[in-house]
């Protein structure tokens, strides 16, 4: 018989080398991406580049589009590692969270691009369970911004995410302003004077 210790010590290897099999099948598709365009990259290239069999590749994603998922967690863990003690207002935090969102999209604009529109076009299943770290860490600034006071205690944390993830989404998807007709800056600032101002403009 199988002591626990031997059996968890197991389940930790097999949880490490599932995790650096999907990391692996990430970064492969996005260094081919980043080469050939999202459009020209297949799942078969993708295998072939990570070095696994197309079934361990839906064991992970259930579409090119999934990689999403993986997206979002890793740029909500680089956000919550950077955040520091004292920390900042809720505000701020959710601030530089967008700001710190926006700057991984334009630094690989291209392929975030036709990412975002395969995955708005086609949402993969599971996709409203999946890949939810962002919002997840949203609504940790959330509830830690009006615990303290600094955001209205009265709202449903997971309306609060809602409002600010799906009007950031619409944004990204090109369904808000087309591809050059504002600038970048100019429609953060729009966005964020919708989130945090609402369309009365109380700034209470």
């Given at each position: ?33 980043a ?101 997840a ?30 009007t ?37």
């Open positions: 018989m199988t002591s626990a210790p031997v059996a968890i010590a197991a389940a930790t290897r097999r949880a490490r080398k599932k995790e650096r099999t999907r990391q692996e099948i990430f970064g492969a598709s996005m260094e081919l991406f080469k050939r365009g999202f459009d020209a990259v297949t799942i078969e290239a993708i295998c072939d580049a990570a070095d696994v069999a197309r079934g361990t590749f839906f064991l992970h994603f259930p579409s090119k589009a999934a990689l999403l998922w993986e997206w979002n967690r890793q740029v909500a863990d680089e956000f919550r590692a950077g955040l520091r003690e004292p920390r900042k207002n809720a505000v701020t935090e959710i601030r530089q969270l967008v700001e710190h969102i926006s700057a991984k999209l334009m630094a690989q604009a291209e392929v975030m691009a036709g990412l975002l529109r395969e995955f708005f076009a086609t949402p993969p299943v599971g996709a409203e369970s999946q890949g939810r770290d962002l919002h860490l949203v609504a940790e600034l959330v509830r830690r911004g009006q615990k303290r006071g600094e955001l209205r205690r009265g709202l449903d944390p997971r309306l609060c995410v809602a409002v600010i993830m799906s950031a989404a619409a944004i990204l998807a090109g369904g808000v302003w087309k591809e050059g007709e504002i600038a970048p800056e100019k429609a953060r600032a729009q966005y964020f004077d919708v989130v945090f101002h609402g369309l009365t403009g109380d700034r209470k």
